[in-house]
């Protein structure tokens, strides 16, 4: 079932566009992007985990996350505009995505009033979310990115989340987002599996 964030990214990739060319024509190489993207989002990780308590910083945790998906989703269109898709290349944008992940997300562990526990669980079963989906790729059938909590839909809910955070909203607000952010992280697993068994038949 491909109920997710992720089936617009050819949409995305078309107003992509524009940058794309001017990646190309500056000679930028998409392990370079993939790997600078990772060290940006390091950074912005670093920042929440030393002052958890600014605002302004998961007031900016939205765009943060608007910008990944954007590089992210320029790295492999500029591998495959310049012919330059390596099976390095593929590792580094699988590993860096898991770092990003957890760069990001496990400071909300650090907020008074947030469950660590829900926090680190999410970021876990994201990765096997993901590791899953390579399995399929492994298994002999295509990598699997269905939802309904794939990359894109965590980066938006972790961006609400980042919201009510910087809004300073209540715990049961922060914690139910949580709840539900793994919930629909053990439905994604169940879909990918389900998936790619029957593409295995």
Not at 146 to 165: E, I, N, T, W, Y
Not at 188 to 197: C, E, G, I, M
Request: charged share 10%; net charge positive; glycine share 10%.
């Amino acid at each position: 079932m491909r109920i997710s964030v992720y089936q617009l990214k050819p949409r995305f990739q078309q107003l992509l566009q524009p940058v794309l060319q001017g990646l190309a024509r500056w000679g930028i190489s998409p392990n370079q992007l993939t790997v600078g993207t990772t060290a940006l989002m390091l950074l912005y990780g670093v920042a929440l985990a030393l002052y958890p308590g600014c605002q302004a910083l998961w007031y900016g945790l939205p765009l943060v996350l608007l910008v990944r998906m954007a590089l992210n989703a320029l790295d492999g269109m500029l591998a495959n505009a310049t012919g330059q898709k390596t099976p390095l290349g593929a590792m580094l944008n699988e590993l860096c995505d898991l770092v990003s992940d957890a760069a990001l997300y496990l400071p909300f562990a650090l907020v008074p009033g947030i469950h660590a526990g829900l926090v680190v669980g999410a970021v876990v079963v994201a990765s096997w979310a993901e590791c899953t989906g390579l399995a399929a790729l492994a298994a002999g059938t295509q990598r699997r990115f269905d939802g309904p909590m794939g990359k894109s839909d965590r980066a938006v809910a972790f961006g609400l989340l980042g919201l009510l955070v910087g809004s300073a909203a209540t715990p049961v607000w922060t914690n139910g987002l949580l709840v539900l952010v793994l919930v629909l992280l053990g439905w994604t697993l169940r879909n990918r599996v389900r998936a790619a068994l029957r593409a295995l038949g």
